[in-house]
């Protein structure tokens, strides 16, 4: 059974730092993980994914990279503003389609970048 | 380009009473997904639908069923609700066999 574990739960920074949000997951055979981003009470945005033959992703400020073998991902926030703050997801799909093909989820890390 | 899109909002229902969200998925995407996210946590996945069928279920109750419709859309119905039940209901679209998913916004269900 596939689990993912973000740690720390959350996380204060002051603006401008750029930080790393780690994410672990038990099962390396994965097909793609994916980086969210929820605001409060909100829907989840996707930020980027990378695919199991992937080493990393970027967009913006965003990168993200993947180490299967040792399951473990990261995303990297590049000089953080305060409208970088809110809560990450990241999910781990273990098959394109049928049956695991579902997101599986970690609890997320609260993220809030002080002006 | 629509993304995916939920209704209700929000609702507020009575424990024992039954309550049907709708989502409509991205323009293009013909897989459906469910998920509840209780306060604090991450999303749960509570099932999948294709071709109008269940194709995955989550660990969840027979009080949750849905249905797919021909034009994709999907409906999530929870009968006999309890307090337990009150979380945000997030609505996810993708092509079988594509890369990644797109979500909705969400509803808000509140038991009292």
């Known amino acids: 059974k596939q689990e993912v574990t973000q740690i720390p739960a959350a996380l204060s920074v002051p603006e401008g730092e750029n930080l790393v949000l780690n994410c672990s997951f038990t099962d390396s055979a994965i097909y793609n993980l994916q980086w969210f981003r929820q605001d409060p009470g909100k829907g989840l945005t996707s930020l980027l994914l990378i695919q199991s033959s992937q080493r990393e992703q970027t967009s913006g400020r965003l990168n993200a990279s993947l180490d299967k073998s040792s399951g473990r991902s990261t995303l990297y926030i590049a000089a953080s503003q305060p409208g970088d703050s809110a809560t990450y997801l990241c999910?781990?799909?273990?098959?394109?389609?049928?049956?695991?093909?579902?997101?599986?989820f970690g609890k997320g890390i609260t993220l809030s970048v002080r002006p | 380009d629509a993304g995916v899109t939920q209704s209700p909002t929000h609702l507020i229902k009575t424990r024992g009473q039954q309550v049907t969200l709708r989502c409509s998925p991205k323009s293009g995407h013909d897989t459906v997904s469910w998920y509840q996210q209780a306060l604090g946590q991450g999303p749960q996945f509570i099932f999948q639908y294709y071709e109008e069928e269940e194709r995955q279920r989550g660990n969840f109750p027979d009080r949750f069923s849905g249905h797919q419709f021909p034009n994709y859309s999907s409906e999530l119905n929870v009968n006999a609700l309890l307090l337990g039940d009150s979380a945000l209901y997030l609505c996810?679209?993708?092509?079988?066999?594509?890369?990644?998913?797109?979500f909705g916004s969400g509803t808000r269900l509140t038991v009292v």
């Open positions: 999910a781990v799909r273990s098959f394109p389609t049928g049956a695991n093909s579902k997101l599986t």
């Open positions: 996810a679209s993708s092509l079988v066999a594509s890369y990644g998913y797109t």
